[in-house]
């Protein structure tokens, strides 16, 4: 199935870039700040922009969210240039491809429990991975398992648009790591790798903290024969306790109509002069302004900017 298609002007864009918000609560400085950096990314290569919503893992999510998130962003100026994609309207997608994986032997079931994991685990730069235990057991399909990926003998590297060189090897960091959980929810890391290839994303601009996940994404991809997109992590936004903003924290949520001051930040904290932008026009203005002016490099290299105490929300 091929996915909705954006209003193109060419039928297969040079650049797509999209936003991927969870929907666990609204928007908050954080998650705007990294809206408005993949628009002006995509925006001044005159790309393609869309939005996905990530609704995966309803147990962590709020109800009413993804609709905040959509009318914030509208609110905002930010459209997609395709119709809002849902994750939970695909799963029909995850399933076949992590049995596509399974068929392939490039992934297993494994029924370890989270003790034996945690306890049979290996050292890893990252605290412990998984050991590999199920990879030759056969788990039946009717006992509750997980589903990993066989990552051995797989390293990365990558140039990242800001984070510069990266290498790294999934499975002496995470061990195999899985693309389903065993309660039967889609990972993450399969989800999102399924998806920016589905809607042929070519630039992935997100938030430094989601630098680690790029390994195993790109190990994914690897896997299924996919295209690598190109990758730039932005600096996240941290509070006043040295933590980054996000929904977990309970981060304030913006304001849900366009806020002069709050774009006034923002853009100041894309390394903007926003005394020379239009604010008062209205968001439309201020972001066709600022993508003429975006310099992605100004935020080379930063892993983290200080939201307080000057922030306004
Ligand atoms: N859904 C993730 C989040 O809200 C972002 C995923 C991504 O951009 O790859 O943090």
Redesign the pocket.
């Known amino acids: 199935m091929q996915p909705p298609k954006a209003d193109m002007s060419s039928p297969s864009p040079r650049y797509v870039g999209r936003f991927?918000?969870?929907p666990t609560g609204p928007l908050h400085l954080g998650?705007l700040f990294t809206a408005i950096a993949s628009w002006l990314h995509a925006r001044q290569q005159q790309g393609h922009w869309l939005v996905r919503m990530?609704d995966l893992d309803p147990p962590r999510e709020q109800t009413g969210a993804a609709e905040a998130i959509i009318t914030t962003l509208t609110n905002w100026g930010l459209h997609s240039d395709a119709p809002v994609l849902f994750q939970s309207e695909r799963l029909h997608a995850y399933q076949k491809t992590s049995d596509q994986l399974l068929e392939t032997g490039k992934a297993y079931r494994c029924d370890c429990s989270r003790k034996q994991v945690a306890t049979e685990g290996l050292a890893s730069p990252e605290g412990w991975r998984y050991s590999g235990r199920c990879r030759e057991r056969q788990v039946a399909s009717n006992k509750q398992h997980c589903i990993r990926l066989d990552s051995r003998s797989v390293q990365i590297q990558f140039t990242d648009e800001l984070q510069g060189p990266q290498q790294e090897t999934p499975e002496q960091l995470y061990g195999d790591f899985p693309i389903r959980r065993a309660d039967e929810y889609f990972a993450?890391q399969l989800a999102?790798v399924v998806d920016d290839a589905y809607q042929g994303v070519t630039h992935?601009v997100?938030?430094i903290d989601?630098l680690s996940?790029t390994s195993r994404q790109i190990c994914l991809q690897q896997k299924l024969g996919l295209t690598t997109p190109n990758y730039c992590h932005l600096p996240v936004l941290i509070g006043e306790d040295g933590q980054k903003l996000s929904k977990q924290n309970l981060a304030k949520p913006v304001p849900v109509d366009y806020d002069l001051e709050t774009m006034r930040w923002l853009l100041d904290a894309l390394a903007l002069d926003s005394d020379q932008a239009p604010l008062a026009s209205g968001p439309k203005a201020a972001l066709e302004w600022a993508a003429q002016h975006w310099q992605p490099q100004r935020l080379a290299q930063l892993k983290q900017l200080a939201a307080a105490p000057s922030s306004p929300c």
């Open positions: 991927a918000p969870s998650s990530e993450y999102v992935v997100r938030g989601l996940s």
